[in-house]
């Protein structure tokens, strides 16, 4: 397990691109501030060769473990996640985050596009303790399923024990927007030009948050390859 901790004011910002396992420690202090990106994608060489990360493709079968802990009041957290998995791919996304005192805010964003016979699963634990007041927390997971055969599990759970908090979260998950897609052909659009349309564009909204440009800026080169 990589253990961080962050001191008063302090802020922790990465990004982790195809990381096998993932398995990260975070306890913030007061004033703190944590952003995350996850991303699990098949970049190829052209797209990663400015970037520095471990590993260029999506292992097979992975898992990432992120636990947050504010400790500390007025803490910041933002946790995104993004995985295009095809194939017999297997990962699994947990996020823990606990608001042990209160002040503080905490955002997730959880993504899933699934393809051929892979299968994805999102486990989120939000706890809000009982001296946590004014709180705001959300989590929210949202899957794309590109396949009949493709699998999403999501698990999300909310245990507030404070009353003066806001705090949601939610999950859902489908298949491409049938409408959406008529709607495009109609316009001269075709099919599958379309349907890489709007799984970029599902895409792109974890991307975009991303304050490295650099790392930004090569990450969304690959969504102008034809790759669905």
């Given at each position: 397990?990589?253990?961080v901790?962050?001191?008063?004011?302090?802020?922790?910002e990465?990004?982790?691109?195809?990381?096998?396992?993932?398995?990260?420690?975070?306890?913030?202090?007061?004033?703190?501030?944590?952003?995350?990106?996850?991303?699990?994608?098949?970049f190829?060489?052209?797209?990663?060769?400015?970037i520095?990360?471990?590993k260029q493709?999506?292992?097979?079968?992975a898992?990432?473990?992120?636990?947050?802990?504010?400790?500390?009041e007025?803490?910041?957290?933002?946790?995104?996640?993004?995985?295009?998995?095809?194939?017999?791919?297997?990962?699994?996304?947990?996020?823990?985050?606990?608001?042990?005192?209160?002040?503080?805010?905490?955002?997730q964003?959880?993504?899933?596009?699934?393809a051929?016979?892979?299968?994805?699963?999102?486990v989120?634990?939000?706890?809000?303790?009982?001296?946590?007041?004014?709180t705001?927390?959300?989590?929210?997971n949202?899957?794309?399923?590109?396949?009949?055969?493709?699998?999403?599990?999501?698990?999300p759970?909310?245990?507030i024990?404070?009353?003066?908090?806001?705090?949601?979260h939610?999950?859902?998950?489908?298949q491409?927007?049938?409408?959406a897609?008529?709607?495009?052909?109609?316009?001269?659009?075709?099919?599958?030009?379309a349907?890489?349309?709007?799984?970029?564009?599902?895409?792109?909204?974890?991307?975009?948050?991303?304050?490295?440009?650099?790392?930004?800026?090569?990450?969304?080169?690959?969504?102008?390859?034809?790759t669905?």
């Open positions: 397990m990589n253990e901790i962050l001191h008063k004011g302090e802020v922790f990465k990004v982790f691109l195809n990381e096998p396992n993932i398995d990260l420690h975070i306890t913030q202090e007061a004033g703190s501030r944590v952003k995350i990106h996850v991303l699990n994608m098949p190829d060489n052209s797209i990663t060769r400015n520095d990360i471990s493709s999506c292992p097979s079968e898992k990432n473990n992120i636990v947050v802990e504010q400790r500390g007025n803490c910041y957290t933002e946790i995104y996640a993004l995985a295009y998995l095809h194939g017999e791919e297997k990962l699994t996304t947990e996020t823990h985050v606990t608001h042990a005192v209160g002040g503080g805010t905490s955002n964003l959880i993504k899933f596009v699934l051929d016979n892979s299968r994805g699963r999102f989120g634990d939000l706890k809000i303790a009982q001296d946590a007041q004014k705001e927390a959300h989590q929210t949202r899957n794309l399923l590109l396949s009949d055969d493709a699998e999403m599990r999501t698990q759970q909310l245990e024990y404070a009353d003066d908090v806001k705090a949601t939610g999950a859902s998950t489908g491409l927007d049938d409408s897609l008529f709607y495009m052909q109609q316009r001269g659009i075709g099919k599958q030009k349907r890489q349309l709007l799984v970029n564009a599902f895409m792109k909204e974890i991307v975009e948050t991303i304050s490295d440009e650099k790392i930004k800026s090569n990450v969304l080169t690959f969504f102008e390859e034809d669905f």
